[in-house]
């Protein structure tokens, strides 16, 4: 069965650095774009940033030139580098991954990582 593992979420200061990652492991055949969403209290989830499998990158404008994604393929492994933290950058960060398993090609979700930014 397939699954991602979240790790790197914490309580910090605005202005600080918190670096999250995320695992996929499982019975995968390929794994495409892979990305963090993030959910504040009483907001909708939305998009921070996607990776493409070739390497293709997107991001929310309220983080471009702050926050950086990238992705290992060899350790099937996705991670958010969060610079310049601000309070409103406070959320639940969730992994996404698009994977082709034995079960077929699905999207699949982690558990949620709370990034907290105090001022």
């Known amino acids: 069965q397939v699954q991602l593992v979240e790790s790197g979420g914490g309580l910090v200061q605005a202005g600080g650095s918190l670096r999250l990652s995320c695992a996929a492991s499982g019975r995968m055949f390929s794994i495409y774009a892979m990305g963090w969403y993030r959910q504040a209290p009483g907001k909708q989830r939305e998009l921070v940033a996607r990776v493409t499998s070739s390497g293709h990158t997107d991001y929310a404008d309220s983080v471009k030139g702050r926050f950086t994604i990238s992705r290992d393929n060899a350790k099937s492994t996705v991670y958010l580098q969060m610079d310049s933290l601000k309070r409103e950058d406070t959320a639940v960060y969730y992994c996404?991954?698009?994977?082709?398993?034995?079960?077929?090609?699905?999207?699949?979700w982690g558990q949620g990582t709370q990034v907290t930014v105090s001022s």
């Open positions: 996404n991954a698009d994977i082709y398993s034995d079960r077929g090609r699905r999207d699949y």
